[in-house]
């Protein structure tokens, strides 16, 4: 189990090294032109709200121009948000997400041992509810606004800038790099 979590944050980190000279991690399969074989790549361009489930294999790629309203399920892919992603509903089942700009979910969000979420620098993500991290990942050297606690129970929570909740919760620490802050309302 211990060697899962650091295998996971070892990934992570190399996710990190990784990110563009603006600071934003990069999507690789949004860059391209053509999907590559096995591949499904979503590409939303402007306003849309079509219910997408994103399995293995499969890239939601939201550009600066887009923004993603319709409901959504991450079975295992990948998303990649270099505009806005305000889901009317967001069930996270596996996957990954990267977060470029701005996101919001209007409910609890769930990180599970297969899900992981960077929110790059320069981006916001706000969820209107608590986040709960048991076994997944989240890198944040952007903004998070949760508006209820944060519980991080057996998770990787690794903060580099700023985190807005109620309270910091759970038996799992936070990995801090000096420069993170966690403001609590509590």
Same mark, same amino acid.
């Given at each position: =189990?211990?060697?899962?979590?650091?295998?996971?944050?070892?990934?992570?980190?190399?996710?990190?090294?990784?990110?563009?000279?603006?600071?934003?991690?990069?999507?690789?399969?949004?860059? =391209?032109?053509?999907?590559?074989?096995?591949?499904?790549? @979503?590409?939303?361009?402007?306003?849309? !709200?079509?219910?997408?489930?994103?399995? &293995?294999?499969?890239?939601?790629?939201?550009?600066? &121009?887009?923004?993603?309203?319709?409901?959504?399920?991450?079975? $295992?892919?990948? @998303?990649?948000?270099?505009?806005?992603?305000?889901?009317?509903?967001?069930?996270?089942?596996?996957?990954?997400?990267?977060?470029?700009? =701005? =996101?919001?979910? #209007? %409910?609890?969000?769930?990180?599970? %041992? %297969?899900? %992981?979420?960077?929110?790059?620098?320069?981006?916001?993500?706000?969820?209107?509810?608590?986040?709960?991290?048991?076994?997944?990942?989240?890198? #944040?050297? $952007?903004?998070?606004? !949760?508006?209820?606690? @944060?519980?991080?129970?057996?998770?990787?929570?690794?903060?580099?800038?700023?985190? #807005?909740?109620?309270?910091?919760?759970?038996? #799992?620490?936070?990995?801090?790099?000096?420069? $993170?802050?966690?403001?609590?309302?509590?």
């Amino acid at each position: =189990m211990k060697f899962n979590c650091i295998k996971r944050l070892l990934i992570l980190l190399s996710l990190v090294t990784s990110s563009l000279a603006k600071g934003q991690f990069t999507c690789s399969l949004c860059s =391209m032109n053509t999907a590559l074989n096995d591949t499904l790549v @979503i590409k939303v361009n402007v306003t849309d !709200t079509t219910t997408y489930t994103i399995s &293995t294999g499969e890239t939601l790629c939201i550009y600066k &121009t887009g923004t993603c309203r319709g409901s959504i399920v991450l079975n $295992g892919g990948t @998303i990649c948000n270099n505009g806005k992603l305000i889901p009317k509903s967001f069930v996270f089942n596996s996957g990954v997400i990267i977060n470029n700009k =701005m =996101m919001k979910v #209007n %409910s609890n969000f769930y990180l599970s %041992s %297969s899900t %992981s979420c960077i929110n790059s620098p320069g981006s916001v993500f706000n969820i209107n509810g608590s986040l709960s991290i048991t076994g997944g990942s989240l890198v #944040n050297e $952007g903004i998070i606004n !949760t508006s209820g606690n @944060i519980n991080n129970n057996s998770g990787v929570l690794d903060n580099k800038t700023i985190i #807005n909740c109620s309270s910091l919760l759970g038996s #799992n620490s936070i990995i801090d790099h000096g420069r $993170g802050q966690v403001n609590t309302k509590n």
